[in-house]
């Protein structure tokens, strides 16, 4: 039987009919609850599997103090075969309800993240990138007898080798980095502070929440405003949480009822941003086609008119067909442009300009007027 959890209603586009299974904690092991959601489903899968950290009794600091380590019974496996022989069953459950332009997000340490990333590849995802979570405010390694484990590595793969349509918000995540490309490593600090969920005694809830900056940026990066994210390792709901603030939807897995009572309780005060807050920064490439054939049939342009560079030379003639005739020549804007330059190759919305009541503009404010009107009209 699915047991499900009402997570705080999610004020994200929702479709027509939502299905029960959104924005949801749904109870119990991820492999028999993700058989409750359809296939091809979700957008983006967020994962924080056990570890199996491999500890060898009790760590303590200098003083002695015992570190509140991970020693939970969940990260417990048997040997390495029984951890690969999990990973390949939650793998599995979650390609299924994967669309075909979906893509996967794991995160992991060394103990696990090479295991994982093997028996990822030999199930067809295709890896995209790694990242490094390079941690401000590591733990120490106090033994003194290897180096500070000061990062995590997490791997963003496709569904399959040729997928095409994933998403990858490339100029929103220029923009939020001052207009410099996000690179592939991370510099955060743990979750700590006010953000780190206490229980009743002041302890931690979970031993590994995650910050809820790592998780902004991985749903900022891969997904649209309104998409789907399933996090079959739910946890307390840091997913969930930054999913519901940044518009989108979420599904999350988990077992542990001290879990899924914070999770609860934390998603129940979670306030989507203004839906005007949410659109996407996109290129240009990301633009619908405009030819240039449509700014006659629009009007913004006149047969006949004359076209030139930005300072007045090279003329050319726009013709009714939506060539330019230059120098003996005729062709597309593209062609013409790099003839009259002399060069293999042309970009002809912005070498072209034509006389406005301002003075000379590129095409290509021609066509943001028509992409304009397209948006306006869909």
């Known amino acids: 039987m699915n047991n499900l959890r009402r997570g705080a209603p999610a004020t994200a586009p929702r479709p027509s009919q939502s299905p029960d299974w959104l924005d949801r904690i749904l109870v119990g092991d991820c492999v028999a609850q993700l058989e409750a959601l359809p296939a091809n489903s979700v957008?983006?899968?967020?994962?924080d599997p056990p570890y199996?950290?491999?500890?060898?009794?009790?760590?303590?600091?200098?003083?002695?103090?015992?570190v509140d380590a991970v020693d939970d019974s969940w990260d417990q496996f048997e040997s390495f075969a029984?951890?690969?022989?999990?990973?390949?069953?939650?793998l599995l459950a979650c390609r299924r309800v994967l669309k075909p332009t979906g893509a996967l997000w794991v995160i992991g340490s060394y103990h696990n993240i090479f295991r994982v990333g093997t028996v990822l590849q030999d199930l067809g995802f295709w890896i995209l990138n790694d990242i490094v979570w390079r941690k401000t405010n590591p733990m120490p390694n106090f033994k003194g007898k290897r180096f500070t484990n000061a990062h995590e590595t997490l791997i963003w793969a496709s569904r399959d080798k040729d997928a095409k349509g994933y998403t990858f918000n490339y100029e929103a995540l220029?923009?939020?980095?001052?207009?410099l490309q996000m690179r592939s490593d991370w510099t955060l600090p743990l979750c700590t502070g006010g953000e780190r969920l206490k229980d009743a005694n002041g302890d931690k809830v979970h031993p590994t929440q995650k910050p809820e900056a790592?998780?902004?940026?991985?749903?900022?990066?891969?997904?649209?405003?309104?998409d789907i994210v399933?996090?079959?390792?739910?946890?307390t709901g840091t997913t969930g949480a930054v999913a519901k603030k940044l518009g989108r939807h979420f599904v999350g897995c988990e077992r542990e009822p001290s879990y899924i009572a914070a999770a609860d309780k934390r998603l129940a005060g979670i306030e989507a941003a203004p839906s005007e807050a949410l659109s996407v920064t996109k290129g240009k490439r990301s633009a619908p086609r405009v030819p240039f054939g449509t700014l006659l049939e629009t009007g913004l342009l006149d047969i006949g008119a004359r076209l030139t560079d930005s300072k007045g030379r090279n003329p050319a003639v726009v013709r009714a067909d939506g060539s330019l005739e230059a120098q003996g020549q005729?062709?597309?804007?593209?062609?013409?442009?790099?003839?009259v330059q002399g060069l293999e190759a042309c970009n002809g919305w912005t070498y072209w300009h034509y006389e406005a009541a301002s003075g000379r503009e590129q095409i290509d404010v021609l066509r943001s007027i028509v992409r304009a009107d397209m948006a306006k009209a869909g």
């Open 174 to 179: 220029k923009a939020f980095n001052d207009d």
């Open 230 to 235: 399933l996090d079959p390792f739910f946890g």
């Open 82 to 90: 029984a951890y690969d022989a999990f990973t390949r069953a939650w």
């Open 214 to 226: 790592l998780l902004y940026r991985v749903i900022l990066s891969s997904t649209k405003p309104g």
């Open 43 to 47: 957008d983006l899968v967020f994962a």
């Open 330 to 339: 005729t062709g597309s804007i593209h062609k013409i442009g790099a003839h």
């Open 52 to 66: 199996n950290l491999q500890l060898d009794g009790a760590l303590t600091r200098p003083d002695q103090s015992k």
